[in-house]
């Protein structure tokens, strides 16, 4: 059970961990398409 658990929250983890890096990403596209006057 406890291995399990553990499987399930590295499994979870690197799904935030992704969506995160994915999230980033999104912001950084924005921001340089907001922030192009002031680079």
């Not at 924005?30 to 192009?36: I, Q």
Request: hydrophobic content about 30%; proline content about 0%; aromatic content about 2%.
């Amino acid at each position: 059970m406890r291995l399990t658990a553990r499987t399930t929250a590295s499994v979870q983890f690197e799904q935030l961990s992704s969506n995160v890096q994915a999230l980033q990403h999104n912001t950084c596209r924005v921001g340089n398409m907001r922030g192009s006057r002031t680079g």
